[in-house]
């Protein structure tokens, strides 16, 4: 089994220990990796992804859904403008997606009214892990 690091670490290791002791037979052997390999060339029976999936010899099906949400440090939170339109973009860090180095838009949505911000700021991360950690950088982020 190949999957994020994030994944692993937030949903799958501390359900590993259970799924081990209902199914001791089974041997599972798992890569955490942020970046997906070729399942038929590496002989990975299965591969957890949080992106799509454009191969069209691999079946793919949604098991979880994860929302974001924007956060900051209560200090920040007292200098953060009245409307998020007016989000200062080149404070803000964002979430590569695989294989791109260009963060994703934060999509923020409030009853009907919809908005995009391009983080702009000076870091951008492929591990929602190491975004989380930068909480104290006076930043904005976005975060599960």
Not at 57 to 86: D, F, K, N, W
Not at 115 to 131: I, Q
Request: hydrophobic content about 40%; charged content about 25%; glycine content about 4%.
């Amino acid at each position: 089994m190949e999957t994020p690091i994030s994944f692993d670490q937030a949903l799958l290791c501390p359900a590993l220990p259970t799924f081990a002791k209902r199914y001791p037979e089974i041997s599972t052997a798992i890569t955490l990796t942020n970046q997906p390999r070729h399942m038929i060339e590496r002989a990975i029976d299965i591969s957890i992804r949080m992106d799509h999936v454009e191969n069209a010899e691999l079946m793919a099906r949604p098991i979880y859904e994860s929302a974001y949400v924007l956060c900051c440090t209560p200090e920040m939170a007292q200098t953060l403008p009245a409307h998020p339109g007016e989000l200062d973009a080149r404070r803000c860090i964002g979430i590569l997606p695989e294989e791109r180095y260009h963060p994703n838009l934060w999509l923020l949505e409030k009853g009907a009214e919809r908005l995009e911000v391009r983080p702009a700021g000076p870091l951008h991360f492929n591990s929602s892990d190491a975004l989380l950690a930068r909480s104290s950088m006076g930043l904005y982020k976005i975060r599960h």
